[in-house]
């Protein structure tokens, strides 16, 4: 399938091969998903919309609803400013959700349509409420999309009274409906009242009724996004994705934050722990230690099988960077360590976790893609890889096993429902891919190593 992709390097600068990343309306519109009662809104053309839903409802096996300006030669050429009110007035008379989320394509971007003013000339229905945010798709990447719609939502309707609402705010970054709940169960453990926000658990896995909602039940409230100024504090998971909301809301309202690593392995988990007990000055439960004690046993247990293992890392940033912490907590070796999105933050927080652990001899790179990571396993291969689906070319053409995970995942079930954050994540993912090595063990070795008993 890949197997003529040549092994020499060349170094590209305006061509990406095989990218790993998709454009920023993917972010936004599935940001805009955890928003209960939303409908994200695309301003652009059908192809757009059809795409992002497509890549969102292939991963999450869910339906993704959303609406288009369907902006065809006309819009194109006098801009989209009546596509949009007749949009709008519509989506309200047939769909009647609370908000509408509107993000730009490269279309509208390109036309120069100004969404802000447009909005501000609007006739909202009462109660109900419109808020947008720019998303130009030939800068950056879909994790850009998810960051500017938070603030897109945060800019609109976010205010202060003044007075604390008691609540912490945690701001998920781009996770799983699974890792949602996880992230949440923790801070109900830990005694912290949290606002969630986006919270897609309980829309992206919402169960089979029987009966098909627009909205499912999950989602934050409008209420709970005009109440982030009142927070007592904010953990943001992912410093890669978090820091600009982060930004915002510290500048815009004096809630104090603290930007954390995604919870993935012990020490970003014990990280997000802690924070939450600066929040509610409560001792860790037992129940939280208890699971600390089996992932560690569990590394410990499965650590023949993973020391010195070479491994390829590739994803979005802040996933990528809990996955690649994780993997040197087992004592492998992240030899390739890569994302598509463009931050070069990226870069030095994985060139710090190889200085932390001591390995040599791996490489980072941010706004790299799959053809060149390709061609480095080329030249020298990994024992193992792991990431998006995209990667299961690679992993085919160079006969490597690949423990799947970050988004997408196109070509497996039940994964969004279950968490690799959190202490239970680490013992999911250490699982993976402890199985992945000895499954590959088994189909190798010598009929005389073949055992029962691994
Ligand atoms: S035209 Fe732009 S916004 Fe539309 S799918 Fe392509 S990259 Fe995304």
Redesign the pocket.
Known sequence: MLDLTPKEVKERSALRINPCKT????GAMYAALGVKRCMPHSH??Q??CS??RTVLSRHFKEPAIASSSSFTEGASVFGGRSNINTSVKNIFDIYNPDIIAIHS???SETIGDDLGSYIMDMDIPEGKAVVHTN?P??VGSHINGYFNMMMGFMNYLTQSTGASNGKAAVFPGWVNPGDIREMKRIARLMNVPATFFPDQSGVLDAPMTGKYEYYPEGGTTIEEIRGLGDSKGLIALGEIIGVEPAELLKKKWKVPSTLLPMPVGVSYTDAYVSALQKLSKAEVPAELEAERGQLVDLMLDSHQYTYQVKVAIFGDPDVVIGLTSLALEIGMIPKYVITGTPKEEFTRKIEALFAKYGVTGCIAKANSDLFELHQWIKNEPVDLMIGSTYGKQIARAEDIPFVRAGFPVLDRYGGTLLPIVGYNGGIRLVEKITSALMDRFDRDCADEDFEIVM
């Open positions: 454009c920023q309306p993917v652009g053309s192809g757009c795409y992002h394509t490269c279309l998303t798709s030939y």
